[in-house]
């Protein structure tokens, strides 16, 4: 199956700064996700993104807010814009697989 | 709009104390259901997916079912290592609707 390298693990940013998110995976896919854990929450998906297009953002997203780049099949950011606490959460990227989807390991994003 | 409803919220089994989660959800059509096992500060881990009513998939000790209307994963004399939080997710039939909708899952602790 499709392995994914995310990172960074985690890190705690100052509010108002942004946080450039990547992932990498070890076979070429059409499709990206890119989900949000809060705490003591399940995941959300924020957007779906394509190579060679604009990504597709769920309602409560937008893309000032959240940007994606997906510059081939393999890699993709998600960066969070303007942070405050409430963005405080774990971000995750995942891709479809083998019937299945996989999922990166996170990155755990305090915002102080 | 497609929900997914998870129960227990949490549960405690003692070490080889047989039980079963479960997923009730509601979708306008099913493209698959999804059952993840979640470690503190990982991803999600892919376990099973389910088409339709009446499959049955294994691994391990766990074992999940599926019903026109809900899942259930049953976890057979557990050990204190299947000890995480359990999500379900769900896939629509809508064409080009890739996106999962996730439970908030059920945090199993098994004691020794």
């Known amino acids: 199956s499709a392995v994914i390298s995310q990172k960074p693990s985690r890190d705690i940013c100052q509010r108002g700064t942004s946080l450039t998110i990547q992932c990498q995976v070890d076979?070429?896919?059409?499709?990206m996700f890119w989900y949000r854990q809060q705490p003591g929450q399940s995941l959300t998906l924020i957007a779906t993104?394509?190579?060679?297009?604009?990504?597709?953002?769920e309602s409560g997203f937008v893309i000032d807010k959240f940007p994606i780049s997906r510059p081939n099949l393999t890699f993709s950011t998600l960066t969070v814009s303007n942070m405050s606490p409430e963005d405080s959460s774990i971000y995750l990227c995942?891709?479809?697989?083998?019937?299945?989807?996989?999922f990166g390991s996170g990155t755990r994003l305090t915002v102080v | 709009e497609d929900q997914v409803t998870q129960s227990p919220e949490a549960l405690r089994l003692q070490e080889g104390e047989s039980s079963s989660l479960n997923c009730s959800y509601t979708?306008?059509?099913?493209?698959?259901l999804f059952w993840y096992r979640q470690d503190p500060g990982k991803g999600p881990e892919f376990l099973f997916t389910?088409?339709?009513a009446g499959e049955e998939k294994e691994k391990e000790r766990l074992k999940a079912t599926l019903t026109k209307k809900e899942s259930f994963l049953h976890i057979t004399a557990p050990k204190p290592e299947d000890s995480a939080t359990y999500l379900c997710?769900?896939?629509?039939?809508?064409?080009?609707?890739?996106?999962?909708?996730f439970g908030t899952g059920t945090r199993l602790t098994i004691i020794p």
């Open positions: 993104a394509n190579q060679g297009s604009e990504a597709t953002y």
């Open positions: 389910l088409y339709s």
């Open positions: 995942s891709v479809e697989n083998l019937g299945g989807y996989t």
């Open positions: 076979s070429q896919v059409t499709m």
């Open positions: 979708v306008s059509g099913l493209r698959g």
């Open positions: 997710a769900v896939r629509p039939t809508n064409f080009g609707n890739e996106k999962l909708t």
